[in-house]
């Protein structure tokens, strides 16, 4: 079935480093993709998306580009900051099961 | 409303009681999602409502797991004769179609079961 894999964390940088959490995904047809933040305490909150190959989400200084020669979707930002530290997840929608499939989650921690 | 909003926000319950979360979508919603996501996992996906729709419940993990929609609205999860390892947190999320603009979560319910 339809899959997500991102790269396990925890991911500790300093302020103003560079990130890239990596995404990969296992799916039949186009999905549509999606990077998700979840700042502690909080609930889910969509960061960007991308409905079909090379479509570049982006937001917030974060950017993803949908490669389905790859079936990646990796998530980079060029200079993070101590407000970015949360735990971001990559999904897709299968439109063969009507539902956001999610990755396991990725931890993020940046330090002054 | 504004946002999806789920109640209670915390909820301690003892091994073997009834548990029910409640979900309150974004008005004009139709699609409603429950998803769980227990300590240092992802997020697993329990039940899905669309519209009038008979609802997806493949993601249940037993029996004891339901849920219902009333009136295209407001989504009540219910956890029967809880176990400890339904200590989790539970998370609603609404939708204005099919799911391809990305879903609206609400701060969820954190479940702990003593």
């Known amino acids: 079935g339809d899959s997500v894999t991102q790269m396990e964390g925890p991911v500790t940088l300093s302020e103003e480093a560079f990130l890239t959490i990596n995404c990969t995904y296992t799916?039949?047809?186009?999905?549509?993709l999606f990077w998700y933040v979840q700042y502690p305490g909080e609930g889910l909150q969509l960061l960007l998306k991308?409905?079909?190959?090379?479509d570049k989400g982006s937001n917030k200084g974060f950017e993803a580009t949908y490669r389905k020669e790859t079936t990646s979707f990796h998530l980079e930002k060029g200079s993070v900051q101590v407000s970015d530290s949360a735990v971001y997840f990559c999904?897709?929608?299968?439109?063969?099961?009507?539902?956001?499939?999610f990755g396991a989650g990725t931890r993020l921690a940046v330090h002054p | 409303g504004a946002g999806v909003s789920q109640s209670p926000s915390n909820k301690v319950t003892e091994k073997g009681k009834d548990v029910e979360l409640r979900c309150d979508p974004i008005?004009?919603?139709?699609?409603l999602y429950w998803y769980r996501q227990s300590l240092g996992q992802g997020l697993e996906f329990l039940i899905y409502?669309?519209?009038?729709?008979?609802?997806?419940k493949s993601g249940l993990p037993s029996d004891r797991f339901s849920a219902e929609r009333t009136g295209g609205s407001v989504s009540t999860l219910t956890i029967q004769r809880t176990q400890q390892e339904d200590s989790a947190v539970y998370l609603c999320?609404?939708?204005?179609?099919?799911?391809?603009?990305?879903?609206?979560f609400g701060s969820g319910t954190r479940l702990t079961v003593v």
């Open positions: 999320a609404s939708s204005s179609g099919q799911g391809t603009g990305g879903y609206t």
């Open positions: 799916a039949t047809g186009y999905p549509s």
């Open positions: 991308a409905t079909k190959a090379d």
């Open positions: 999904a897709l929608f299968s439109g063969g099961y009507n539902k956001l499939i």
């Open positions: 008005s004009g919603h139709t699609a």
């Open positions: 409502f669309q519209g009038n729709s008979a609802p997806d």
